[in-house]
Nanobody
């Protein structure tokens, strides 16, 4: 059983900052790719940023230079620091983690429930 819990969302003015956190707990052998996705009303869920176990990162073009993803492998957490926020960043932000269970090489994906980010004046 794996639990993924996001926190840190809220209402912020344009140009402001927020930091999202994702805590992973439960029974698993190792975590691999960890990522943040978002879904705005009426739109498909999209990748925002992803970080590998070796700290390689990739970002959606519109957030490059504004968002920073980081992880702490000892604490099983992944954070998303968001700066210079724009109204178009408004969405529900989801954490997705890739993990391997005990005794099997197969990787599984698990999603959190999401946290709302609203950028508005």
């Amino acid at each position: 059983q794996v639990q993924v819990v996001e926190s840190g969302g809220g209402l912020v003015q344009p140009g402001g900052s927020l930091r999202l956190s994702c805590d992973v707990s439960g029974s698993f052998f190792a975590l691999y790719d960890m990522g943040w996705y978002r879904q705005a009303p009426g739109k498909q869920r999209e990748l925002v940023a992803i970080i590998t176990r070796g700290d390689n990162t990739n970002y959606e073009d519109s957030v490059k230079g504004r968002f920073t993803i980081s992880r702490d492998n000892a604490k099983n957490t992944v954070d998303l620091q968001m700066s210079s926020l724009k109204p178009e960043d408004t969405a529900v932000y989801y954490c997705k983690v890739q993990f391997r269970g005990f005794g099997a090489p197969k990787l599984f994906d698990y999603w959190g429930q999401g946290t709302q980010v609203t950028v508005s004046s």
